[in-house]
């Protein structure tokens, strides 16, 4: 049986539908999830990665984990009290959903330290494991939806530095791997998009697959950090400012390892428009 925690985010929700659709027996798992969430015929529990005991019906037979590193509540986890309790239910296996700013930012607190520490309790955990660390996510372009829904604009800084934005079903896919096959174990992937792209470009693939135009507004560098202040802390805003206008030559690396793992190119920004283009109609 495979768990999959934080099972209603965008990574979770792809992976519980690609692991039910072979047959496995799944169980998806996030605070406030219902059965509107997940497919027909998958169990899922309500449960809370802060409070390790909550998980502990979760995991009663489980095989395998796939573990998400929090998000925004990362520093509240204790990740060693989540793998005790999934390790008294059963699971050999987890792949753990980390960041590249493991590697790319290390001195960051909101992108690298923390990290960091929930990837060390991984791999002393004695169970067999697989780290992903996957860049931007496509998805993020969600935050221009009501814009481009009401307005057909976009808003976004640093208009023209491409980063490599990886669709979250690439790294579902690859998570699922590693999770029903061997080979994975010990293994670190990183996780981009095929190209650079920028956010005027995928404003521009929004349009492409609107059938109509998406103006793009560039922001300055202090009007994006009023807007980000608004739902993400100072420190997380810092960092992500400093990644998305001087990204290092790493973060702007084209990993091989989706190609490596799945057998296919990643998807483009421009695919992921094309398949989620109803939240910006």
């Known amino acids: 049986m495979f768990v ?5 985010g965008n990574v979770g929700r792809s992976l519980v539908q690609s692991l039910a659709a072979t047959g496995v027996r799944v169980t998806a798992t996030s605070r406030g999830i219902s059965a509107a969430d997940v497919p027909q015929h998958v ?8 409070d390790p005991e909550s998980l502990r019906p979760v995991f009663d037979g489980a095989d395998a984990l796939f573990l998400q590193n929090g998000g925004p509540s990362a520093h509240q986890l204790n990740p060693q009290d989540i793998l005790d309790v999934a390790k008294a239910g059963g699971v050999g296996r987890v792949v753990l959903l980390s960041s590249q700013g493991v590697a790319t930012r290390p001195g960051s607190a909101s992108h690298g330290d923390t990290a960091r520490s929930i990837e060390d309790a991984v791999r002393q955990s004695g169970m067999a494991w697989t780290i992903l660390r996957p860049g931007g996510f496509s998805s993020n372009a969600y935050a221009w939806a009501e814009s481009v829904r009401t307005r057909r604009t976009a808003a976004a800084p640093f208009a023209d530095v ?10 579902a896919e690859v998570a ?8 994975h174990t010990g293994r670190i992937y990183e996780l981009t998009g095929p190209v650079l792209s ?18 793009f ?25 400093t990644i998305l206008g001087e990204p290092t030559p790493a973060e702007q690396r084209i990993s091989p390892d989706v190609q490596q793992v799945l057998g ?5 920004f421009a695919d992921w428009a094309r398949r989620h283009i109803a939240a910006f109609r």
Request: net charge negative; no cysteine; proline share 9%.
């Open 176 to 183: 699922a791997s590693a999770l029903r096959e061997d080979g």
């Open 4 to 8: 999959v925690t934080g099972a209603t």
């Open 162 to 171: 491409g980063l490599p934005t990886i669709d979250p079903d690439d790294i």
């Open 217 to 241: 507004v560039e922001q300055t560098r202090d009007e994006a950090r009023a807007e980000m202040l608004r739902f993400m802390p100072e420190p997380v805003v810092e960092t992500t400012l």
């Open 43 to 50: 169990e899922y529990r309500r449960a809370d990665l802060v």
């Open 198 to 215: 920028t956010p005027r470009e995928r404003a521009e693939a929004i349009g492409d697959a609107l059938g109509e135009p998406v103006r």
């Open 264 to 268: 296919r190119a990643p998807r483009s």
